[in-house]
């Protein structure tokens, strides 16, 4: 499997974040997208991900525009933006229930309980998402990277902010596991992280203006 962006360009209003965007992901590589705020990183893994289109280029699953093998990669995918797509109302273990039936494996209440205390949160595990910390609602979100054992492409925005160090150390576990497994990834962070993967790629959006 691969994911290839071909000549991929985006613009926001009248400014182009960036163009010319080529490179291409296979099994078992992880991709870091680096650039400073305002240089369009979360903007690409949006392209990427099929959650927005590009103002040039294509995205590449297989060699194939992802639009028209829409149904196959949304499969293969797993997308975690920036925000944490937990819903306040619902209980951390519902939530997961949710998400992952939503992405067509349905588990039950124990798996999802099992998730919770492989990242720490086996003790509020029922209560609102609402009265959780920043960091506690992230490793909620994070925690269907426990639970998924079948697709192939994971792609993260930020997954390691608000993270204590123990939490960081069992994501990149996780994400060392999937990489053997020959997944792919592709991800944003703002720390030093080390990874095994069968290639280690980066590539740099640069820019100037923060935001």
């Known amino acids: 499997m691969t994911l290839q962006a071909y000549q991929l360009a985006c613009t926001r209003g009248e400014r182009n974040l960036f163009t010319d965007v080529h490179f291409e992901v296979k099994a078992g590589d992880a991709l870091r997208i680096a650039g400073t705020n305002g240089s369009g990183k979360t903007s690409l893994l949006r392209l990427l991900s099929g959650l927005a289109f590009p103002a040039e280029g294509e995205v590449r699953w297989n060699g194939e525009n992802v639009r028209n093998v829409r149904e196959e990669f949304c499969s293969q995918l797993i997308y975690l933006g920036h925000a944490n797509g937990v819903k306040d109302d619902l209980a951390a273990w519902e939530n997961l229930v949710v998400a992952a039936t939503l992405s ?17 949160l ?9 009265s959780l910390s920043q960091g506690q609602r992230k490793r909620v979100a994070l925690a269907r990277l426990w639970l998924d054992t079948t697709t192939r492409l ?43 993967a069968g290639r280690m790629l980066q590539l740099d959006l640069g820019g100037e203006t923060a935001c």
Request: hydrophobic share 40%; glycine share 12%.
């Open 104 to 120: 067509g494996y349905p588990i039950s209440r124990e798996q999802a309980w099992q998730a919770l205390e492989l990242v720490g």
């Open 122 to 130: 086996g003790e509020v595990g029922n209560l609102p998402t609402r």
């Open 154 to 196: 994971w792609i993260l925005d930020e997954p390691f902010t608000a993270l204590d160090k123990g939490a960081v150390d069992e994501l990149c576990g996780t994400l060392n596991s999937h990489l053997a497994d020959g997944g792919m990834l592709v991800y944003t962070t703002h720390q030093e992280i080390t990874l095994s």
